[in-house]
């Protein structure tokens, strides 16, 4: 099973900053392979990065992705309200496919 | 609209079970794998199982295998989930999940990342 590891598992920060997630994982992942998704309190998770680096749909081009082999970031250019949220990672190279702890990004 | 909408989550005792629905619209329901995602209140995300457009491949992680078993009725636009001897750890919501993308096996896989999500139902397991 390939492990992901987020970090850090919170990241405090204001409106206006840069934010930069971590996710490394147990073994080489294909960038193809990687995602990263968004969740807000009481809702479902909404896909933001997938094959590390390409937006979803909708996704503004304050978020971006980049990475390869074992780790891979999420960069948030410049925080707006709308994107204190919790943060995950996902591999669906392998099977089972694993999910990182995730990393809460919050207001200071 | 495109859209997820679980139901048949609830209260049930250690030992019991339960079955899950999904139902999709809004798309091509047969074009696409489909997956259960849970999470515990308070907790990350545990991808469930899996299961490719046709039911020809299907994956489960190891916490479920043996327990639940996950299929699909493309004449229907539904999703299942067959929750079996449920132990008080299964408690959590669970998610449906649409795959988008191919995995590293090709497209009749159920390797994806989810582009879709539904609002989830909460099974609870207490006695």
């Known amino acids: 099973e390939i492990v992901l590891t987020q970090s850090p598992g919170t990241l405090s920060l204001s409106p206006g900053e840069r934010a930069s997630l971590s996710c490394r994982a147990s073994q080489t992942i294909s960038s193809t392979y990687l995602a990263w998704y968004q969740q807000k309190p009481g809702q479902a998770p909404r896909l933001v990065i997938y094959g590390a680096s390409s937006r979803a749909t909708g996704i503004p081009d304050r978020f971006s992705g980049s990475g390869s082999g074992t780790d891979f970031t999420l960069t948030i250019s410049r925080l707006e309200p709308e994107d204190f949220a919790v943060y995950y990672c996902?591999?669906?190279?392998?099977?089972?496919?694993?999910f990182g702890g995730g990393t809460k990004v919050e207001i200071k | 609209e495109v859209q997820l909408v679980e139901s048949g989550g609830g209260l049930v005792q250690p030992g019991g079970s339960l079955r899950l629905s999904c139902a999709a619209s809004g798309f091509t329901f047969d074009d696409y794998a489909m997956h259960w995602v849970r999470q515990a209140p308070g907790k990350g995300l545990e991808w469930v199982s899996g299961?490719?457009?046709?039911?020809?491949?299907?994956g489960s992680a190891d916490s479920v295998k043996g327990r639940f078993t996950i299929s699909r009725d493309n004449s229907k636009n539904s999703l299942y989930l067959q929750i079996n001897s449920l132990r008080p750890e299964d408690t959590a919501f669970y998610y449906c999940?649409?795959?988008?993308?191919?995995?590293?096996?090709?497209?009749?896989?159920?390797?994806?990342?989810?582009?879709?999500w539904g609002r989830g139902t909460l099974v609870t397991v207490s006695s």
């Open positions: 299961i490719s457009w046709n039911s020809g491949s299907i």
């Open positions: 999940a649409k795959g988008s993308g191919t995995g590293p096996y090709g497209s009749g896989t159920y390797y994806s990342r989810f582009d879709l």
């Open positions: 996902q591999q669906y190279g392998s099977s089972p496919l694993t």
